[in-house]
């Protein structure tokens, strides 16, 4: 990693100040932070001689069986899925017949070549380069990010990280009306032609009708996607409240029959076994870093402990800025954690959060009646702990939103 400190031609620039924070943050010695301005081209060369000097050569050799990582993809209407690979090991060329580890699957290379930066044709690429593969793949969701590209008459020793995305924010999605079913179809469908990473599956509702309930990487991974819904498709759709997966150990032959085993993954609040079949809840857990000055620790202790966080680490980076860590459950951040957040430090703070597996949990599903009937999609799964008061919120904005009616006794 090279660090690199922009615009600092800006009469406001305190690159010192910033220097100081990336040694305080990631302890990168200040001598190696280079200082330049893009806009006005100073310090360019030393950024160019820096990545010669700094960044080692690609290791690997020309004369092993073939080898690459795949570690990009895109999708082109006429020749199907390019995937970008860095080959680590011996040379591909037009005609060679590859595999990828993690899906078993054969292809024929139709086009290969590099980026110049535009996709520029050979007949060969050679262990060190990287490029592009054209090979009749027609779905995204067969190039998983970080899977071994090799020779299929060569069986090689899988390249080191590949992990499978996982969902861990699902949502409904559903048109707004159902004769723009088709249409939302349609979008949804070269939407996810670009991002695999995305778990789909097609679903109904009484209330709603047809649709599909989407998994997401995260929360911002579902807002992006929908705007591109809305801002490249013109689609209007209606997103139920998001929900995270939760783990469940089933007792009892006819459930554990129905899940397949003891333990079952649960994405969808309906779904949720009987209290009586449920021995252990596991929800998953986040360890979240927030950046901010200092004036603020206090209002976010508070949201925090709400959200029934715990803290692990709170350290100065300066003279006036925090860096707090907290553990905290995932379904207490997928909703207006972030929102909130800014508004208690007008906009200061910074929020960041990595996985942490799941955790036993006392957790339950909550349902909204309306008429003695329960509405399937106003469903969720909620902490004990939290149930009254997420019951109180949603049946007083329901009071708010729907006029009152006269209901047969």
Not at 239 to 256: R, W
Not at 293 to 306: A, K, N, S
Request: aromatic letters at 8%.
């Amino acid at each position: 990693m090279i660090p690199v400190l922009n615009k600092i031609d800006l009469s406001n620039a305190n690159p010192e100040k910033v220097i100081g924070q990336l040694e305080s943050l990631f302890e990168i010695p200040p001598e190696s932070v280079l200082k330049i301005s893009a806009k006005v081209g100073l310090g360019i060369h030393e950024v160019l001689k820096a990545i010669i000097k700094r960044i080692p050569p690609p290791s690997g050799s020309r004369e092993l069986a073939p080898r690459a990582l795949l570690f990009d993809s895109w999708y082109d209407r006429y020749k199907g899925v390019a995937l970008l690979v860095a080959l680590k090991d011996g040379c591909l060329s037009v005609g060679d017949n590859i595999s990828l580890v993690h899906t078993e699957k054969s292809y024929e290379v139709k086009e290969i070549g590099i980026l110049n930066p535009f996709p520029t044709p050979m007949n060969s690429i050679y262990a060190g380069q990287a490029g592009y593969i054209f090979c009749n793949m027609r779905g995204m969701k067969e190039a998983h990010t970080g899977d071994t590209v090799y020779s299929t008459n060569h069986k090689v020793e899988p390249l080191p990280g590949f992990e499978e995305c996982k969902p861990m924010v699902f949502a409904g999605v559903y048109p707004v009306v159902q004769s723009e079913h088709s249409q939302l179809r349609s979008a949804l469908d070269k939407l996810l032609l670009n991002d695999p990473s995305i778990h789909c599956v097609k679903e109904s509702s009484p209330a709603l009708g047809n649709g599909w309930r989407l998994g997401f990487l995260g929360v911002l991974h579902m807002d992006v996607f929908n705007q591109r819904l809305e801002q490249e498709y013109g689609a209007q759709v209606v997103l139920t409240s998001p929900s995270v997966p939760v783990k469940v150990k089933v007792s009892g032959t006819k459930a554990i029959k129905q899940y397949g085993s003891e333990a079952a993954i649960i994405t969808n609040p309906l779904n949720l076994p009987d209290r009586s079949n449920i021995d252990i809840m596991y929800e998953p857990f986040v360890l979240g870093t927030i950046i901010t000055p200092d004036v603020y620790y206090g209002d976010i202790m508070t949201l925090c402990m709400d959200r029934r966080g715990v803290q692990q680490d709170a350290r100065n980076i300066d003279s006036d800025r925090l860096l707090i860590t907290y553990k905290l459950p995932l379904n207490e951040i997928v909703v207006d954690f972030y929102d909130k957040l800014k508004s208690l430090t007008s906009g200061y703070a910074s929020f960041d959060y990595e996985e942490l597996g799941y955790e036993e949990s006392n957790l339950l599903r909550l349902d909204i009646l309306l008429n003695g009937e329960a509405v399937e999609e106003m469903s969720t799964i909620v902490h004990v702990t939290k149930a009254r008061e997420t019951g109180k919120r949603i049946v007083a904005k329901l009071k708010e939103t729907i006029n009152r009616h006269q209901f047969q006794v």
